[in-house]
């Protein structure tokens, strides 16, 4: 799960939470409880290194230069 960085506007607090993708939206302040409060960034707890991984094809024939 990634691990996001949340600033509470309530009390004004700064944590982190270790939520999923989908209740990355949905996360009350740890101090007070609040809902209100903003992602700041997310670290992601997996390597982002994905090296081998060609996703460029290149161009198709259909966007060939003919006219
Ligand atoms: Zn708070």
Known sequence: ???YEYH???CGADFEALVSFSKADSVSCELCGSEKVQRVNST???ARS????SGF???LPSC???G
Do not use: R, T, V
Request: overall charge negative.
């Open 64 to 66: 060939s230069p003919g």
């Open 50 to 53: 994905d090296s081998g991984s």
């Open 44 to 46: 992601f707890a997996a």
């Open 8 to 10: 509470c506007e309530a």
């Open 57 to 59: 094809q290149g161009c």
């Open 1 to 3: 799960m990634p691990l």
